[in-house]
């Protein structure tokens, strides 16, 4: 049932459409193998069997240019007899797309999905992937919850919230405790895009179901902490960015955590990683903190290529012995050679740590490659 | 710190802004008193400690006309010296406010706030409340976890989403068990708007902390149920809305929530309730189901001034025997004369299950009533 459109890395193909199309298409309840949401009335986007997108948007007659911008590129979009604007589109990448209309100048998001957080709210597809990415569709499986925990800061003052994803099993096995993972997100989403965009809870799911993957609890964050006076620099970000996460983060998330979940509250049980400004917060403030973390994750940020420099070599001395993993990885069109010597020079250092890594065939700093990151991380953690 | 300002229900001002305006407005990230969110980017929408809202998009310079449609009316926004569309705008009510703009005639929601559902994806912000509202505004009380929770439903043959609260204290009292409230959105809402715009997990942490309400499981489910086939009614409704969403409910659902929580599995500590719709939905099952359901809220839907007729008169049958409570509400401006002919037709009945009508002062159809319902409701529940 939860079958897989192999679509190959096409060009894209950008067309009008006619009404006769219609039988092709899926409703907007089958996109996306019902891992993201659509507006419940929605007839549009469609989606067919050869992996294209039908996108129609309600323009005003007096509109006279709307377009499709999707991946940063636009696309005119052409009226039809009914006065809709269509246009049918194959993404050449798989994976998360997000686009918006444009209408004679407007961002407008298309009313026919749930958006998600990119650089702000954004209207997102899903093309479908490589049969190797089945591993983030939902199956039958047993699900994990994920949980909207909140809890006040003194660091910034705020109510603050955090996702956290417990296991299948953490109901009923009320004695058992778990390692802990703790993930964040990149500077352009918030707390919520790992299991939304990112699909983490699914990825979880299936590994745990198969096996692969030790059960345990997720930790997301949001990265942004501020504090009153803080000069703000670009990305929205405060000039003391890592410094006022790290206050927060250990002196008042991994107690909250420790004492609210059934977790296993020492340095072999934790782990931490992130995805960009994600993995510059681990490498920055988890690689630094061996005493509280083991396992750490570096996806498309933090990568370094001489990690033995890293915190004046804390790689090299004592403090690092319980470290069995410092896992890094990118999309081949980052920078896969900086992952290589990375992962390599962690190994060169002959002591626990293994240094293990990954390039995501085909893909750039986009979600592709962190839901691939994640799936080969997982399975290495707490082992 | 969290103060509420006083917001008498003044009538619409609006007015356009000079940038001098500034100095007494609070930032986005004040707005709300942190019960809704905002884009971390974004500068507006503000609000003044008078409650006005000072209201803001940037569009194209082409554009000729820029409108704030809020509570269904149209205001005029006038560009400033920068080529800013602005309105300051003060709302004649407390509470949840949709909004979106329209940009020569299309609708585009604000950049500025993360959106909700209400009839599709929208704006809204929150207007100041009365002092009496402070009880929908978070406090540093413990706080429950709300869990997005899957399963899959062989009704409609989807995964499917509900959204589960369990109250402070459940993670750590793990020999406890709890009652259970199943509340329902309405016609215009989806799973997650109870909590996000109902604010139902801070209006649940405040009671319970203060000891006025017992710690319970909440579970919130979709009303949308689908089976192949199905005539669309109106609403996006099924023709079988009701007897679709019967059978998952009672045959998937509940089984589900009484597996995965420690509940206690009986009537006396099981509660239907719903807004609108959800209200339908609670007066067609739950209370045909006494052998399920001994605590019943009709919130502005399944509300009736001649409960007696109800299902065949079953609450003058044995069956109604361990119901305790079918509590009626909604606001003023709706039919407050059937909420209390209802409540009090239950009570003539002279049978253990006591009727209670609540009618909001001053709100209509309207989130402002279904808070106060679920505020007046809880307390009532589990005792």
Sequence with gaps: MKRILLAACALAVCMTVSAQKDGGFLSPQGLWEKTAQTHRRADFPKINEEGEFWFRFAAPPTAEEVLLRINGKDYAMRTDSEGFWNLVFKSEKPGFREYHFVVDGTPVNDPGVIPVYVNGVTSAVEAPGLASDAFYLMRDVPHGDVREHWFHSGVDGNFRRMFVYTPAGYESETSRRYPVLYLQHGAGEDESEWTHSGLAA???????????????????NNDFVYKKGDRIIRLALSENWSANFEEMFVNEVIP?????????????HRAMAGLSLGGMLTSNIGIKRPDLFSWFGLFSGGVTDD????????????????????FMSCGELEYPERVNKGAAGVN??????KGVGYVSPGTAHEWQTWRRSLYEFLPLLFK
């Design 256 to 268: 909250d955590i420790d004492s609210h979940y059934r977790t296993v509250p020492d340095n072999a």
């Design 307 to 326: 990690p033995a420099k890293l915190h004046d070599g804390i790689m090299k001395t004592p403090a690092f012995k319980d470290v069995r993993l410092v």
């Design 348 to 353: 060169a250092l002959g002591g626990r740590a």
């Design 202 to 220: 699914i990825i979880l799911d299936n590994l745990i179901a198969e096996g692969k993957a030790e059960p345990m609890i997720v930790v997301m």
